[in-house]
């Protein structure tokens, strides 16, 4: 059993609903075991993050995934606090050629959200892992696409979400970007499971109409979700 650990901070749950996408997307996967672990403003004291029980479950696990809102061009002051902490394992290595992915959510469409995913590869470079880019083609980026596509904001090292400031987590307008998340836990814990136990692993490949089509399917799914709320308002 190999064992994927998704870590993250979320003051307003828009991080948290994509965190449980990735979760959602790797428990697909058999033989894999997904833990959320979620990082919080009342493990800082005196600006230095410490939660034991957090950091011993990081240490077990064959895979982690990082994520953070960005805030300012940058990932939360209480998440670069919690990777601040990583050089206590960085000392000993112990999470070393562990698999690594990231994403990050901002209200803004772009809103840097490229800066935070650089500072989440380059943690997991130091600290000697091994980072997992995103699988998929961009969406949304020709007259067919819509914004309910997969990846349609165009990110390949990290899953990016994007919703309105006066949107709640998992809004319709986010489907495309919660489909990318599940995905991508997906595609990190098939590459887990070869990572760990030697799997055999078929890389999947699509054509650009392959794709398309993959995105019509998120964009009907939240058209549906759409209607749905409708009629239940």
Do not use: C
């Not at 650990?5 to 790797?26: C, D, K, Q, W």
């Not at 078929?202 to 409708?230: W, Y």
């Amino acid at each position: 059993m190999a064992t994927v650990t998704v870590v993250y901070h979320s003051p307003n749950g828009h991080t948290r609903a994509l965190a449980e996408s990735v979760a959602r997307g790797a428990r697909s996967v058999p033989g894999i075991e997904v833990r959320l672990a979620e990082i919080a403003g009342h493990q800082v004291h005196e600006g230095r993050w410490s939660d034991a029980a957090t950091m011993e479950l990081l240490k077990e696990s064959d895979a982690i995934v990082f994520g953070a809102p960005t805030y300012m061009g940058s990932v939360s002051a209480v998440f670069k606090a919690f990777l601040e902490a990583g050089f206590y394992p960085y000392l000993g290595q112990e999470w070393k050629d562990k698999l690594a992915g990231g994403f990050t959510h901002s209200a803004s469409q772009n809103g840097d959200k490229l800066f935070s995913l650089q500072q989440l590869a380059v943690f997991a470079a130091q600290m000697n892992m091994q980072w997992i880019s995103v699988g998929d083609a961009s969406g949304n980026n020709w007259t067919g696409g819509s914004v309910y596509d997969v990846n349609r904001l165009g990110s390949w090292l990290g899953v990016m979400g994007q919703t309105n400031v006066d949107e709640e987590p998992g809004a319709v307008g986010a489907h495309g970007d919660l489909v990318t998340a599940e995905r991508y836990g997906a595609r990190l814990a098939e590459l887990t499971a070869r990572w760990t136990h030697g799997r055999g692993y078929d890389v999947e490949r699509h054509t650009l109409e392959d794709f398309r089509e993959i995105s019509a399917r998120s964009a009907a799914d939240a058209k549906a979700r759409t209607e749905q709320g409708a009629s239940a308002a």
